[in-house]
C-alpha cells in the first residue's frame, strides 16, 4: 500500500515539478532575478504575500518590485527617506504600508550587516525546524520599532502556526534537484529539515490520502504529513508538496 503510494505521488512530483508550472505560480517572481540578494527578497515577500488567488498574489509582488525600480536589493541598500512615500499605499489583504515598511526597514538593516537571508534562520544553532522559526520570528521583531500588529505576517510555531508561508519560502530556497522550480541557493539548511507547506489544497489531498490525520490543521498537522513524507523519501520529503498541490489545484483531487 505504501509503495503505491510512493509509486503514484513520484508520478505526480515528475508531471509537476518542472518550469512549465512557474508563470502561474507565485516564484515566479523571484525567478525574475538572477542576483542572489534579489532571489532571496523576492521569494520572502512573495511567500508572505502568498494568500488568496495566484494571480493577485504575483501582480501585487509585481506592484511592490515597481516601487523598488525593480532591484529589490540595491534599494533596500541605497534608498533614502524620501523613496518610502510610494509604499505608504501598498495594500494586499490585511498586509498594509505600516507593515510593509517595517519588512524594508528590517531587510534593509538586516542586508547592511549580512550577505544572505539565510544567516537570519541560522540564529538558533539547532537542526529542529520549529527552533529554526521560532527563532527567526523572534530575531525579525528584534527591532525597537517593531510594530505589534506585523508580527501576524511572520508564522511562528509559537502560535501553533503551520507556517504554510515560511516552510514554502524554505522550499524555494533550500531544495537543489537541477528540475528549475525551486532555488537550492541555500547550503546550511538541508532539505531533509523542511517542513511541507501546508495550504488548503495540500491540507486537503494529504487527508484523503491519509497522510494526516490530525482534526484541525496547524504546526503538529505539517509536521505529521512531513514526518509521512519522509517514509517515501528521507532526504527530500518536501519533494512531494509538488504533488500534493498539482493534485489539488490542477487535477481538484
Known sequence: MI???????????????????????????????SKKQDIEIAGFFAAILAWGQRKTIINKCLELFNLMDDAPHDFLIHHQEEDLKPFLTFKHRTFNDIDTLYFIHFLSWFYKNHD??????????????????????DFFFSLPDAPQRT????????????????????????RNDGKGVDFGIWNKLNPSQLICPCDLHV??????????????????????????????????PVKYDFALFGLGIEEKF
Open 203 to 236: 491540507d486537503r489531498v494529504g487527508r484523503k490520502l491519509g497522510l494526516i490525520r490530525r482534526k484541525q490543521t496547524d504546526w503538529l498537522t505539517a509536521v505529521e504529513l512531513t514526518q509521512e513524507l519522509r517514509k517515501f523519501d528521507p532526504e527530500d
Open 3 to 33: 509503495q503505491d503510494l510512493k509509486e503514484f505521488l513520484d508520478e505526480k512530483v515528475q508531471q509537476y515539478n518542472r518550469p512549465g508550472f512557474i508563470s502561474l505560480d507565485p516564484v515566479s517572481i523571484p525567478h525574475r532575478y
Open 116 to 137: 544572505s537571508l539565510e544567516i537570519a534562520f541560522l540564529k538558533s544553532q539547532s537542526q529542529d525546524m520549529e527552533q529554526i522559526l521560532s527563532s527567526f520570528h
Open 151 to 174: 508580527r501576524k505576517h511572520i508564522a511562528t510555531p509559537k502560535r501553533k502556526a503551520a507556517c504554510k508561508r515560511i516552510n514554502m519560502f524554505l522550499r524555494w530556497m533550500v
